[in-house]
């Protein structure tokens, strides 16, 4: 997975199961004002494995998301050198395929095994995990699946993968849950105010 570039930006990841608002909550980021100046965003792994004919449950098609995902967001902060953005939002992180692998039957150990990587390699990599729950959990007549939505996954499938992924992230000592709610345009206002609480931190130590 390497090591990431050193300070370049700030890192933040944003997680959570299917159907939490992860997507919505960074084209809102990029049409804000006060954001779209500073922050820059890097798309989840899983889109350059569009063609790939491997099976998502081969450890091979796990490693290749780690090393994609990791790539991706260190080719974006080099490029951004000098640009004046302060902040990268990366749409997942690095270790949101484990939670995917182990919703699949096999064990967290395997996949940092597998991926040469541990829990504190991943940790290093984000200076903040910002969890936008899956409407799975707490307001399950909102999630939306296929061909209403492009997720698969049924709400219990989702539930389990959100759960995987709080387990996994919530040790980072700048996690936050932004949980599910009735009112989706409050859980995006919740999810806008950590990033902006952020970024001013940011401001104030500079």
């Not at 990587?117 to 409407?135: G, N, Q």
Request: net charge neutral.
């Amino acid at each position: 997975m390497g090591t990431r570039p050193r300070r370049i930006l700030q890192v933040i990841a944003v997680t959570g199961g299917p159907g939490g608002g992860k997507t919505e909550l960074l084209r809102a980021i990029a049409s804000d004002a006060a954001l779209a100046p500073v922050a820059s965003l890097s798309e989840e792994a899983i889109h350059g494995m569009r063609f790939v004919r491997m099976s998502p449950r081969a450890a091979e098609f796990q490693c290749a998301l780690v090393a994609i995902q990791a790539a991706t967001e260190d080719s974006v902060m080099r490029a951004l050198a000098g640009s004046g953005k302060q902040v990268l939002l990366s749409h997942r992180g690095t270790l949101d395929p484990c939670a995917f692998w182990q919703s699949f039957g096999n064990s967290r150990e395997s996949f940092f095994e597998m991926t040469v990587t541990t829990l504190e390699d991943h940790y290093r990599r984000y200076d903040m995990v910002i969890h936008m729950e899956s409407a799975a959990v707490r307001v399950p007549e909102a999630y939306l699946r296929h061909p209403a939505a492009h997720r698969p996954e049924d709400v219990a499938q989702a539930a389990l993968l959100d759960r995987y992924l709080a387990e996994l992230w919530g040790g980072h000592p700048r996690y936050v849950k932004i949980e599910g709610m009735p009112d989706f345009e409050e859980k995006m206002a919740r999810g806008m105010g950590v990033i902006r609480g952020f970024v001013g931190a940011m401001r104030w130590e500079s």
